[in-house]
């Protein structure tokens, strides 16, 4: 999976969207990280990984983070289709 688009959920610090760069045992790197804050017009993370949402404008997806983010206590890395990727990528930044 490594240089996949992947979501990546993490015990306490929320799921996560961007291409994996590394993992070792509960941490991983993540390129360009951002943090699914919020998202609606999925039933799961398992259907906004294989076909992305159908209310992208009710989605809360903060910015990308540059560069790699380390994050730990992973739970699970799903790996994303190429057309959920653009629906993700698409997703107008969230901003308070």
């Known amino acids: 999976m490594i240089g996949s688009y992947v979501l ?3 015990y306490s610090a929320g799921v996560f969207a961007g291409v994996l760069e590394s993992r070792d045992g509960k941490e991983c790197g993540i390129r360009d990280a951002r943090r699914i804050w919020a998202w609606a017009g999925a039933a799961s993370l398992s259907e906004l990984a294989s076909r992305g949402t159908s209310k992208p404008d009710q989605c809360k997806f903060p910015a990308p983070v540059p560069g790699v983010m380390l994050v730990t206590e992973v739970i699970e890395i799903i790996p994303v289709t190429d057309v959920a990727r653009a629906n993700i990528e698409s ?3 969230w901003s308070a």
Do not use: D, L
Request: proline share 17%; aromatic share 0%; charged share 35%.
């Open 8 to 10: 990546v959920r993490t």
């Open 91 to 93: 997703v107008k930044p």
